[in-house]
């Protein structure tokens, strides 16, 4: 069966489908898709702002919190392996100690604090490309990750609007940043940091 994330049945997914399977039972991806989306709004209310330590368990947590709801595996880290077009991302088996290393450089720069602007923008576009390259999720990684980021951004004083980016340019500026060509995500963080009065 060929889907989204590759070839084969997918264990997360009902036999003979690419449809997840999910607490409502929904079998239709476009309703599944909608209720996956108001769902997530809904949680995402409930998802506040905490300092570090940003590691795997942070992001574990915030998206067990956004698709506990709908998904059995919510904040678990998925047990096979999956690529996108062109793009493969980590081998399930390396997920882990692999967004160890990512993250503890991240600590071990404390966590961009009292960067300039300029470096926090190089920073978290390289972060972001390194981090989006583990998809440690079946499903749900890009919104877990943007919520990281606001979190490391508004540590370091800064807010993050990503609506001044379409969903083609984000796209991208992702497939960009998987071969680390940095540039388009810079550009993303340029213009969508703002730092707080």
Same mark, same amino acid.
């Given at each position: 069966?060929?889907?989204?994330?590759?070839?084969?049945?997918? %264990?997360?997914?009902?036999?003979?489908?690419?449809?997840?399977?999910?607490?409502?039972?929904?079998?239709?991806?476009?309703?599944?898709?909608?209720? +996956? =989306?108001?769902?997530?709004? &809904?949680? !995402?209310?409930?998802?506040?702002?905490? %300092?570090?330590?940003?590691?795997?368990?942070? $992001?574990?947590?915030?998206?067990?919190?956004?698709?506990?709801?709908?998904?059995?595996?919510?904040?678990?880290? @998925?047990?096979?392996?999956?690529?996108? +077009?062109?793009? =493969?991302?980590?081998?399930?088996?390396?997920?882990?100690?692999?967004?160890?290393? &990512?993250? /503890?450089? !991240? @600590?071990?720069? +404390?966590? $961009?604090? /009292?960067?300039?602007?300029?470096? *926090?923008?190089?920073?978290?576009?390289? !972060?972001?490309?390194? *981090?989006?390259?583990?998809?440690?999720?079946?499903?749900?990684?890009?919104?877990?990750? =943007?919520?990281?980021?606001?979190?490391?951004?508004?540590?370091?004083?800064?807010?993050?609007?990503?609506?001044?980016?379409?969903?083609?340019?984000?796209?991208?500026? /992702?497939?960009?940043?998987?071969?680390? /060509?940095?540039?388009?995500?810079?550009?993303?963080?340029?213009?969508?940091?703002?730092?707080?009065?």
């Amino acid at each position: 069966m060929e889907g989204k994330y590759g070839a084969g049945q997918d %264990p997360y997914c009902y036999p003979g489908t690419k449809i997840l399977i999910n607490k409502f039972n929904i079998k239709d991806e476009s309703t599944l898709q909608e209720a +996956e =989306r108001e769902i997530t709004t &809904i949680a !995402l209310r409930g998802i506040s702002f905490s %300092p570090p330590p940003y590691d795997l368990n942070y $992001l574990k947590e915030i998206h067990r919190l956004l698709f506990s709801h709908i998904y059995d595996w919510a904040g678990e880290v @998925r047990s096979i392996d999956i690529s996108k +077009e062109e793009t =493969r991302f980590c081998t399930s088996s390396r997920i882990e100690p692999e967004a160890d290393k &990512i993250l /503890n450089s !991240l @600590r071990d720069k +404390e966590y $961009l604090v /009292n960067t300039s602007k300029a470096e *926090l923008i190089t920073q978290m576009a390289e !972060l972001y490309a390194d *981090l989006n390259m583990i998809h440690p999720f079946r499903e749900g990684n890009g919104g877990t990750q =943007r919520i990281l980021f606001e979190h490391i951004a508004l540590n370091c004083g800064y807010t993050i609007d990503w609506g001044v980016v379409s969903t083609e340019e984000w796209t991208t500026a /992702n497939a960009h940043g998987a071969n680390c /060509n940095f540039g388009l995500l810079e550009a993303i963080f340029q213009s969508a940091l703002n730092e707080i009065a």
